[in-house]
């Protein structure tokens, strides 16, 4: 079992920044390769990036490509989601997952444990 609780969301203006964390708990950190997620009014969930289990391999969503970082620090078992450069479309609940496989998936069902989400929402 894998614990995940997500903080850092608010509100920004566009062109601003915001960082996400995620803590986990419950098992060995290293161990699970780590994304985000996130799901718009309206819309369906949506991969952003997910990061391998040393944080050697990171992988992007064409649409965040360029303007978040995503970074894990396995000593601290939390993962990162740096986001710059804002836009009003990158409003959303954001989520962030584990996945007990080593594949560094963009697949939402390839995951198995998700936390509850912290609200990013861009003014324009």
């Known amino acids: 079992q894998v614990q995940l609780v997500e903080s850092g969301g608010g509100l920004v203006q566009a062109g601003g920044s915001l960082r996400l964390s995620c803590a986990a708990s419950?098992?060995?950190?290293?161990?699970?390769?780590m994304g985000w997620f996130r799901q718009a009014p309206g819309k369906e969930r949506e991969f952003v990036a997910a990061?391998?289990?040393?944080?050697?391999?990171?992988v992007y969503a064409d649409s965040v490509k360029g303007r978040f970082t995503i970074s894990r620090d396995n000593a601290k078992s939390t993962v990162y989601l740096q986001m710059n450069t804002l836009k009003p479309e990158d409003t959303a609940v954001y989520y962030c997952?584990?996945?007990?496989?080593?594949?560094?998936?963009?697949?939402?069902?390839?995951?198995?444990?998700w936390g509850q989400g912290t609200q990013v929402t861009v003014s324009s």
């Open positions: 990061i391998s289990r040393s944080g050697g391999s990171t």
């Open positions: 419950g098992r060995t950190f290293s161990t699970v390769v």
């Open positions: 997952a584990a996945r007990t496989g080593s594949y560094v998936s963009g697949v939402e069902l390839q995951y198995d444990y």
